[in-house]
């Protein structure tokens, strides 16, 4: 089945999002938290931040609420907001997946030593 636009987001996106969780902010302003609170590791170039935010404001996850020359002002929307949560709700799901997998009943089912939970079983069944 074909996934919905937006109905994940990308790194890039999720970052994004989230550096306007405190206030209003331009893009520079949002390249700036980025690479600061990510210690360097995600560094933005302008046509991946402006191609975002146009995403974002067509999907009404952001509004502009200043123009000031060329610098435009934006802020997260309520349905930004739940994109977001939504959002690190899944990642926290990937990642207790993946720490369940590192406990000894999930090596044990990695081994073959195990039965999967039923939910699982159509998931891990071969094709």
Not at 2 to 24: C, D, H, I
Not at 57 to 73: D, F, L, M, N, P
Request: charged content about 25%.
């Amino acid at each position: 089945m074909p996934k919905k636009a937006m109905e994940n987001l990308t790194e890039s996106m999720f970052y994004v999002l989230m550096a306007f969780g405190g206030k209003p902010m331009c893009g520079i302003d949002v390249v700036e938290f980025i690479e600061t609170w990510t210690q360097g590791r995600i560094q933005m170039g302008p046509a991946t931040l402006y191609t975002i935010l146009g995403k974002f404001e067509k999907e009404h996850y952001i509004q502009e609420t200043a123009v000031e020359g060329r610098k435009r002002i934006y802020q997260i929307t309520d349905k930004g907001r739940a994109a977001y949560a939504q959002e690190l709700d899944r990642l926290r799901t990937c990642l207790d997946d993946a720490q369940r997998l590192h406990t000894p009943q999930g090596q044990a089912l990695l081994r073959g030593e195990e039965e999967p939970p039923t939910a699982l079983r159509p998931a891990l069944s071969p094709t």
